[in-house]
C-alpha cells in the first residue's frame, strides 16, 4: 500500500461513525463481496449466551460503502485502533483490496472480511434464522436491530436501495 494513499472501506458502522481522523471520505464499489448480516456478535450486538449479528462482507456480488483517506502520520494509530475494533473475535482477515470511485479511479483500501470458516460466519444461514438473532442480540454496542436499522437509514440517505437488508430489517422488527 501506498503510504501517501491509505484508504479504508466501511460497509456498516464505519460508515456513519468511523471514529478516527480521516482526510477525505468518498462513496466507492468494492467488487467481488456483497454487504450482508453474515456475523454472529457476541460482544458489541449480542452476547455468548444470546448471540446477536453483525454486518460483514460475503463472497460474490458488489457493495458499495465509503471510502475514508487516512493522512500518512495517523496511519499507524487508525490501523492499530481499527484492528483493536474489528479483530475482537478474529473472524475478520484484514485485507487490502481494489475500490472504484464514482469517476471510474481506482484505489486499494483495507477492508475487514470475514473468515467464512470460522464459527461465528453465518451467511450460510436461512433469513429468518438471521432475523430471530437480530432481534434478540443486545451488546455492550446496543441491539442489533438498531445497528441494522442504522445501516439501512444511512444507505438510504447516501441513495442507496439494498433490498436484501430492508427486508431482514422488515422480519426483525416483527420478531422484536
Known sequence: MDPENVWVFGYGSLMWRPVFEYTDR?????????R??????IHYRGTR???????????????L????????ENVKGVIAYLDERELISYIYIPRH??????D???????????DTSHVQFAGHWSVDDKAR???QGVGSEGTSLNYLANIVT?????GISDAKMESLLEKARILS
Open 26 to 34: 468518498k462513496p466507492v464499489r468494492l467488487e467481488g463481496f456483497s
Open 36 to 41: 450482508d448480516m453474515c456475523l454472529t456478535s
Open 97 to 102: 483490496l481494489p475500490i472504484t470511485f464514482h
Open 154 to 158: 444511512y444507505l438510504q440517505e447516501l
Open 65 to 72: 460503502g465509503r471510502a475514508f483517506r487516512i493522512a500518512p
Open 133 to 135: 438473532h437480530i432481534a
Open 49 to 63: 449466551d444470546q448471540p446477536g449479528m453483525v454486518c460483514g462482507l460475503s463472497p460474490g456480488g458488489s457493495c
Open 104 to 114: 471510474g479511479t481506482t484505489a486499494i483500501a483495507r477492508a475487514y472480511v470475514p
